[in-house]
């Protein structure tokens, strides 16, 4: 079935460090990409997403680029805040709105 | 994107307890659906709510332990009957729009402790 991999948390970060956080999938066809973020004690929020092969999205200062032949959608951010320190959730799904297959999630802690 | 809330924000219930968790939209919807996220766990859909007929329930949820409503457009209800410590979860609702595609958009999400 339709899968997403995460790298492992926490990823731990100095204020101002370069983010990667790694995303793969597996599924059958070309579905939408999308990163989730869950600060604490909060629900989820839509980070940014992709619809189609090496689109790239991209919200506060984060991006990634939908990459077919690696089955990848990484998120990266030049230059991290204290204020990011989430739980990043990388997810896919089709059209006509099939069910959003979700990835474990990667913590994120950013210290001063 | 549509303001999307839920009641209630959290609880607390006893074992044998059912409690239903609302879901107002601030617009008519397309799609809704539920969600659970079990601690330090990601999300795994229980069911697309359908307006006007039965729910859709995934893989491994049933409809006699997790009964839900749609009456319309804008709300959708879930019932966790007859809890257990194992239910103790986020419960998130969600909605497509279709002027948005297949993006889902999530509400606040209702935080449940069974003792």
């Known amino acids: 079935g339709d899968s997403v991999t995460q790298m492992e948390g926490p990823v731990t970060l100095s204020e101002e460090a370069f983010l990667t956080i790694n995303c793969t999938y597996t599924?059958?066809?070309?579905?939408?990409l999308f990163w989730y973020v869950q600060y604490p004690g909060e629900g989820l929020q839509l980070l940014l997403k992709?619809?189609?092969?090496?689109d790239k999205g991209s919200n506060k200062g984060f991006e990634a680029t939908y990459r077919k032949e690696t089955t990848s959608f990484h998120l990266e951010k030049g230059s991290v805040q204290v204020s990011d320190s989430a739980v990043y959730f990388c997810?896919?799904?089709?059209?006509?709105?099939?069910?959003?297959?979700f990835g474990t999630g990667t913590r994120l802690l950013v210290s001063p | 994107s549509a303001v999307i809330s839920q009641k209630p924000s959290r609880d607390i219930c006893q074992r044998g307890t059912s409690l239903t968790i609302q879901c107002q939209v601030d617009?008519?919807?397309?799609?809704m659906f539920w969600y659970r996220q079990q601690p330090g766990q990601s999300l795994t859909l229980i069911a697309t709510?359908?307006?006007?007929?039965?729910?859709?329930?995934e893989s491994g949820f049933v409809i006699d332990k997790f009964p839900i409503s749609r009456p319309n457009l804008t709300f959708s209800t879930l019932t966790v009957s007859n809890m257990s410590p194992e239910d103790s979860s986020i419960y998130l609702c969600?909605?497509?729009?279709?002027?948005?595609?297949?993006?889902?958009?999530f509400g606040p999400g209702t935080r449940l402790l069974v003792l």
């Open positions: 617009s008519q919807v397309t799609m």
């Open positions: 709510a359908n307006q006007g007929s039965e729910a859709t329930y």
């Open positions: 599924a059958t066809g070309y579905p939408s």
């Open positions: 969600s909605v497509g729009e279709v002027r948005a595609g297949e993006t889902q958009y």
């Open positions: 992709a619809t189609k092969a090496d």
């Open positions: 997810a896919l799904s089709f059209t006509d709105f099939q069910k959003l297959v």
